[in-house]
């Protein structure tokens, strides 16, 4: 019977992990955009205008025979300094999964090309928790004359507290309907799985 359960615990946590994982996705960034990663494009102007987030990834597309990408280390980014690597990639397309939150750096490992600017330093946030909800609206008191107050200005109905809306939320993005999408699948899994074991 224990066997049983342990089973099914595994079999529901795999389950989950898949639903989870294949619902979540975050943001895919191309490098350079159109002209992708190459010398010619300013890189530190690219990243500045992007948020990137655990969960998003990096596209860079490049010939291969003439470019790399290498992640290094912050003092080797300072110095263009390829020969200790973290990672490198060579194939002309790589995507890289941003995996934890920090400062992440990448260069062309072909001599000189860093030092030209094929360099990009990307700033990683904690994962997105979508949109957040507008503030409760709170009552706001018209403002009053004693002087020129109308007969009908201490009506119960005038008396009562008005209100003002704030702005309406956002739409729903995708990543947003797919988290709405987990946590009406998810919960009532998880609530099984712990019935079951």
């Known amino acids: 019977m224990a066997l049983i359960k342990s089973n099914v615990f595994f079999t529901s946590l795999l389950i ?35 948020t990137f987030h655990v969960g998003d990834s990096l596209v860079f597309e490049y010939t291969k025979d003439f470019h790399d990408v290498t992640e290094v280390t ?24 941003l995996t934890k939150p920090g400062i992440q750096h990448f260069i062309c490992g072909f001599p000189r ?15 997105s928790l979508g949109p957040v909800a507008a503030p409760v609206p709170r009552p706001v008191r018209s403002p009053s004359s004693s002087s020129s107050r109308s007969p009908l200005a201490d009506s119960p109905v005038n008396s009562a507290p008005q209100y003002q809306m704030g702005p309406s939320p956002a739409p729903l993005s995708a990543a947003t309907k797919s988290s709405v999408w987990i946590g009406l699948c998810v919960l009532p ?9």
């Open 16 to 50: 989950l992990v898949a639903l989870f994982g294949g619902a979540i996705g975050g943001t895919v960034h191309k490098v350079g955009d159109s002209k992708g990663w190459t010398i010619s494009v300013d890189y530190d102007a690219w990243a500045s205008s992007k």
């Open 74 to 97: 912050h003092n080797d980014f300072k110095l263009c300094e390829a020969s200790k690597p973290l990672s490198r990639y060579q194939t002309g397309s790589d995507t890289i999964a």
């Open 113 to 127: 090309h860093c030092n030209f600017g094929q360099k990009l330093q990307i700033h990683v946030l904690p994962a």
């Open 189 to 197: 899994l998880l609530s099984l799985i712990f019935i079951l074991v």
